[in-house]
């Protein structure tokens, strides 16, 4: 997967989002399985969701291991269904990083904040991605076809 521009915003602030969602196929997932399936297969990893206890202040994190990717989500935090849904996007977001840039690979990272651009650029791509997902997928695909994001 070739993955647009990053410092591209010609196509609007979330420009750069929507057109990794479309290169990747991810506009195409229904739900947050099909997503994960979408990026085991560009990754060729295995991907594993479980929920373990994290500790106070981390709600989520991303273990790569060779040929396997955990996420993990904070088991004592009391997280609403879509809160951790979020948590596994933003992790998922970190693996997609990774099939184009190895460096992006990570055993695991924490964040108080928003400050770090990686952490900002992931969080975006989590939101994109839940969106479409929630409008029923192909949101990406569809605004592509208007002309919007090309």
Same mark, same amino acid.
């Given at each position: 997967m070739?993955?647009?521009? @990053?410092t591209?915003r010609?196509r609007?602030a979330?420009?750069? $989002?929507? =057109?990794?969602l479309?290169?990747s196929g991810?506009?195409?997932a229904? #739900?947050l399985? $099909?997503?994960?399936h979408i990026?085991?297969d %560009?990754?060729a990893?295995?991907?594993?969701v479980?929920d ?5 202040? %981390?709600?989520?994190?991303w /273990? ?6 955990r996420?993990i989500?904070?088991?004592?935090? =009391? /997280? ?5 849904e ?5 992790e /998922?977001?970190?693996? /997609? ?7 992006? $690979?990570?055993?695991? =990272?924490n964040r108080?904040?928003?400050d770090?651009?990686? $952490?900002?650029?992931v969080? #975006? ?8 997902i929630q ?5 990406a =695909? @569809? %605004?592509t076809?208007m002309?919007t994001?090309?």
């Amino acid at each position: 997967m070739v993955k647009p521009d @990053r410092t591209d915003r010609s196509r609007g602030a979330q420009g750069y $989002e929507y =057109a990794t969602l479309v290169a990747s196929g991810l506009d195409t997932a229904r #739900s947050l399985d $099909e997503a994960i399936h979408i990026v085991r297969d %560009l990754r060729a990893h295995r991907i594993e969701v479980i929920d373990e206890p994290l500790g106070e202040g %981390l709600s989520g994190m991303w /273990l790569g291991f060779p040929g396997c990717d955990r996420i993990i989500v904070n088991s004592e935090s =009391a /997280l609403s269904p879509r809160h951790r849904e979020f948590i596994v996007a933003h992790e /998922l977001m970190h693996i /997609l990083e990774a099939v184009d840039d190895p460096r992006q $690979e990570r055993n695991s =990272a924490n964040r108080t904040g928003y400050d770090d651009p990686t $952490e900002h650029r992931v969080e #975006s791509l989590a939101c994109t991605l839940m969106m479409s997902i929630q409008s029923g997928g192909g949101v990406a =695909a @569809r %605004l592509t076809a208007m002309g919007t994001f090309s």
